[in-house]
Structure formats: structure tokens, C-alpha cells
């Protein structure tokens, strides 16, 4: 998903479709979290489920602030703003990709 966001698609081009997929995907990504909680020795590899949740949760909400802006991008503003939201929803994921240990 982040690759689509950075580097695979040309934000110019994105529908809401696009958006409703994305969305779509987050909230079975968070349903699948949730099985995390019953793991053994969770701790050595997730820093913390909530937090998780709560980083996928706000890239959702963020996906849902740029789908509210797809109609505004015919301005500079709006595409700004558009363009700024597919961005802080990039950096959530990203935050919630943190949550993983990795290594020894």
C-alpha cells in the first residue's frame, strides 16, 4: 500500500475507487490486528498493538479527509491539500510499520 501511495501510481489519477480500495484494505488490516492481542511473546515482535491500530486508524481517517477533497482538486488548494493527506496517510503507515521489532 505504501509503494501505491509513493511510487506506483501518479496521484494526479487517483479516484475515489482507488481511495475506497485502500480504505477498504486498512480496515481488514486492523480486524487482523486485533488476532495479534492472542499471540505468545507478542512483545518480541510488535512494540505495541494499540499503537498499531492506532496508526493504521489515522491513515484511514486520512484517506477519508483527501476522498473529501477529491472534488476540491480543480483549485492549486485543493490539490494541495489533496496531495497533503495522501501524504500524512503515507507517514501513519509508515508509523505503524515502526511498531515492528525487526532483528535480534
Known sequence: ???TLLYEVD???IKKADIDMLERDL???LKGVEGFRKMPHL???LRSVDGLQANIRNAKNKLYLASDTLDQRSTIRGRKLFYQQLEECEQCLFSAIQQFIIGP
Open 1 to 3: 500500500m505504501r509503494h
Open 11 to 13: 496521484l494526479r489519477t
Open 27 to 29: 480496515r481488514d488490516i
Open 43 to 45: 512483545d518480541k515482535y
